[in-house]
């Protein structure tokens, strides 16, 4: 290689050097201007694409508008109205800050600027040609500014040619006013392209409004809503039902301080706290709202500010695990309009009766209940058929019940962890283990006398079992240890007691319920469908398999084609 000299680059090479970092294609344009839409205050914003936004974009907002005597400041490079100084990230309020924006587009396109404050009776206009600025004139217009794209790499060919067809620009565009909608439900969107409305959202919108016209009534009506204050963050938002779950990409959005933000790592967090209710490789759906104090953040890590860095994540993630901790296990409550389970009224109701009132045929609270009668079949002795004002639902037997049993054995455990009612037996169970189990139970006593198994070692992989939860006393200990062993060494390593009494409950569960190939009357049919509409997370099994599939009559009259 012959070495050439080092020299200084053309400012206009720099510039166009610049631009590539912030405007990549039409999408992150659209987000920058809707971005200084929403920091003017604007409550309508209306962009208007031509061939996916590669030919024309145009984005009118009815914000506070930029002065005529500022307009030809706006489209130069690092101008701004948001900050003065570095350290005012500290204090960030809006989207923008680095006033890079227009300078950037104008410099990779033609880019047309109009607006008007409420203090103008005119609005004034200002072209700018891949970065040559044009004496403002005055033009008639409402308050508010307008910007028009076009010509976009038009002098960059190599940039155009990386552009992907409409349809994806297009779809990227979409995707980007869906996120910045959540963030600003207050404000209208609208998306048109050759006369078309792609996307329209009102204003003034309730979070479950939004969602429900983005992403259907459906969707909306399996969301739990979600709220929790810490001392570093204040968290609200909705999180989806296990229903919601995907493999592929489920709807996730995170707003921090109203900025939509890729964040891998919260998502991660929030698939940890449903634990078992979704299956392992789906994530779940969630809209969540951070805020924090912005000294916390740096915004500044990302050129098109897609990301941001915490300043101590993990006392954020802290927080959040505690905050979703809190209200996971609330959904485990059984909701206050379902009659009680008659477990407290004890608070000492043993298995075998619990297990027994589930297993008879309907008890009397039921009947009070049922106020439409509605047929159940049962086929393939594993499935029950059955319909709701909603649609056609099957049901699978073992999953549901299992479902319904770990709940009410869930709620019975922690009260008896809170009352510390432990069964001893008398006299003390010898159990003797393979060695990998005697290992796996030594690493992790701690955890199983939290539950409430006093055991301890009795040397050559043998163990002394004292005590027993209440609820595992009519079970042989050594069956019950080894399978939740056997769980343990399957799977993710045991962390910490919640997990070691969902997975002994989850084994409870599963033995005690009714199997895949039993038989069961039509009364014991009503009484687990109808315990299960009562039931918190009553779609999936404590294993993460799905327990009832909704079939709408929309959905049905579609087969046969009535629709
Ligand atoms: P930034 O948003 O980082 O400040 P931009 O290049 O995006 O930088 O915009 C430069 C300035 O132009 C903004 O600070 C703002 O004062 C003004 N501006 C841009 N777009 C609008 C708009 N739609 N309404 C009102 N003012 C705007
Ligand atoms: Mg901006």
């Known amino acids: 290689?012959?070495?050439?000299?080092?020299?200084?680059?053309?400012?206009?090479?720099?510039?166009?050097?610049?631009?590539?970092?912030?405007?990549?294609?039409?999408?992150?344009?659209?987000?920058?201007?809707?971005?200084?839409?929403?920091?003017?205050?604007?409550?309508?914003?209306?962009?208007?694409?031509?061939?996916?936004?590669?030919?024309?974009?145009?984005?009118?907002?009815?914000?506070?508008?930029?002065?005529?005597?500022?307009?030809?400041?706006?489209?130069?490079?690092?101008?701004?109205?948001?900050?003065?100084?570095?350290?005012?990230?500290?204090?960030?309020?809006?989207?923008?800050?680095?006033?890079?924006?227009?300078?950037?587009?104008?410099?990779?396109?033609?880019?047309?600027?109009?607006?008007?404050?409420?203090?103008?009776?005119?609005?004034?206009?200002?072209?700018?040609?891949?970065?040559?600025?044009?004496?403002?004139?005055?033009?008639?217009?409402?308050?508010?500014?307008?910007?028009?794209?076009?010509?976009?790499?038009?002098?960059?060919?190599?940039?155009?040619?990386?552009?992907?067809?409409?349809?994806?620009?297009?779809?990227a565009i979409l995707d980007t006013i869906t996120q910045l909608s959540i963030a600003a439900t207050n404000v209208a969107f609208t998306v048109t392209e050759q006369e078309k409305t792609l996307f329209y959202v009102p204003a003034e919108q309730s979070l479950v409004e939004r969602l429900t016209y983005l992403f259907g009534e459906e969707f909306s009506q399996q969301l739990w809503p979600f709220q929790y204050q810490d001392t570093l963050l204040k968290v609200h938002g909705v999180l989806g039902s296990p229903q919601l779950a995907r493999r592929g990409k489920p709807t996730q959005h995170v707003i921090v301080n109203r900025r939509p933000v890729s964040l891998p790592s919260l998502g991660t967090v929030v698939r940890e706290a449903y634990g078992s209710s979704v299956e392992p490789k789906a994530a779940p759906s969630f809209i969540l709202f951070l805020d924090i104090d912005p000294a916390q953040i740096d915004v500044n890590v990302h050129p098109r500010k897609e990301t941001l860095q915490w300043q101590d994540e993990s006392a954020v993630f802290q927080q959040l695990r505690t905050a979703l901790g809190q209200h996971f296990q609330v959904q485990y409550q059984p909701p206050s309009n379902s009659p009680p389970l008659k477990v407290h009224d004890s608070g000492r109701q043993t298995l075998p009766e619990l297990h027994s009132t589930l297993k008879s045929s309907a008890p009397t609270w039921y009947h009070a209940l049922a106020t439409k009668e509605r047929t159940i079949l049962q086929v393939h002795n594993t499935y029950l058929i059955s319909e709701t004002a909603e649609g056609l639902i099957i049901v699978d037997q073992h999953a549901a019940h299992e479902r319904v049993l770990y709940n009410q054995f869930l709620e019975l455990f922690h009260q008896q962890l809170q009352d510390r009612t432990v069964a001893e037996l008398q006299p003390p169970m010898v159990i003797h283990l393979s060695p990998s189990f005697s290992n796996l139970l030594t690493a992790n006593l701690e955890t199983f006398t939290a539950i409430g198994c006093q055991i301890e070692p009795f040397g050559d992989q043998s163990f002394l079992i004292r005590t027993l939860p209440e609820l595992l006393k009519e079970h042989h200990p050594q069956n019950v240890i080894e399978s939740v062993l056997e769980d343990i060494a399957n799977d993710v390593p045991l962390n910490g007691i919640d997990q070691l009494a969902h997975r002994t409950l989850a084994y409870l569960a599963c033995r005690s319920a009714v199997k895949a190939g039993d038989p069961i009357t039509q009364d014991q049919a009503q009484v687990l469908l109808e315990k299960l509409q009562h039931t918190s997370y009553a779609f999936s099994c404590p294993h993460g398999r799905p327990t009832i599939q909704t079939f709408s009559w929309h959905e049905v009259e579609k087969w046969f084609k009535r629709k």
């Open 1 to 171: 290689m012959i070495r050439r000299p080092i020299h200084p680059l053309p400012d206009t090479v720099i510039a166009v050097i610049a631009a590539g970092e912030v405007i990549e294609r039409p999408a992150t344009i659209v987000k920058e201007l809707v971005e200084n839409a929403l920091d003017a205050g604007a409550t309508e914003i209306q962009i208007t694409l031509e061939d996916g936004g590669k030919q024309r974009l145009f984005i009118q907002d009815n914000g506070y508008g930029i002065p005529r005597e500022e307009l030809p400041i706006a489209v130069q490079k690092h101008t701004t109205n948001k900050i003065e100084q570095y350290s005012d990230l500290d204090f960030l309020q809006s989207y923008g800050f680095r006033g890079e924006a227009l300078s950037s587009i104008a410099t990779v396109s033609k880019l047309t600027v109009r607006s008007r404050t409420h203090q103008e009776d005119m609005g004034t206009e200002l072209v700018v040609m891949h970065g040559k600025v044009s004496q403002p004139t005055s033009i008639g217009m409402s308050i508010g500014t307008q910007v028009l794209v076009e010509q976009l790499f038009a002098k960059l060919p190599a940039r155009r040619k990386f552009l992907k067809s409409a349809l994806h620009e297009r779809k």
